[in-house]
Nanobody
Framework: QVPLVESGGGSVQTGGSLRLSCVIS????????MGWFRQAPGKEREGVAA????????YYADSVRGRFAISQDNAKNTLYLQMTNLKPEDTGTYYC????????????????????WGQGTQVTVSS
């Protein structure tokens, strides 16, 4: 079992910023894909951003491109999601995920490809 421990959610107003963190333990491979998903009430879980573990390629949903940035600190085994210019439609529970075999070809969006999940952290953006 690979524990994923998330932090950094909260409540902000439109235009605000938050940074989510996810400590990933036990991932030893330098390949594979890890990322962030979110789920709003009554909606399906959707991929927000992902990165190859090596850090060479990053992927974003169109709705967050230019506003969100995924990054990692391998020395700290931590994955980040910097969120800026937040909008009410960004509200939801955000999940860190790891263990997908690869990101390319849209695979990063497939939640069933990820073997490990965090507990979720709530992000609320008010207008």
């Amino acid at each position: 079992q690979v524990p994923l421990v998330e932090s950094g959610g909260g409540s902000v107003q439109t235009g605000g910023s938050l940074r989510l963190s996810c400590v990933i333990s036990g991932v030893t491979s330098n390949s594979g894909c890890m990322g962030w998903f979110r789920q709003a009430p009554g909606k399906e879980r959707e991929g927000v951003a992902a990165t190859v573990i090596s850090g060479y390629n990053r992927y974003y949903a169109d709705s967050v491109r230019g506003r969100f940035a995924i990054s990692q600190d391998n020395a700290k085994n931590t994955l980040y999601l910097q969120m800026t210019n937040l909008k009410p439609e960004d509200t939801g529970t955000y999940y860190c995920a790891a263990g997908a075999p690869y990101c390319a070809g849209g695979n990063w969006r497939q939640s069933h490809e990820y073997h490990y999940w965090g507990q979720g952290t709530q992000v609320t953006v008010s207008s």
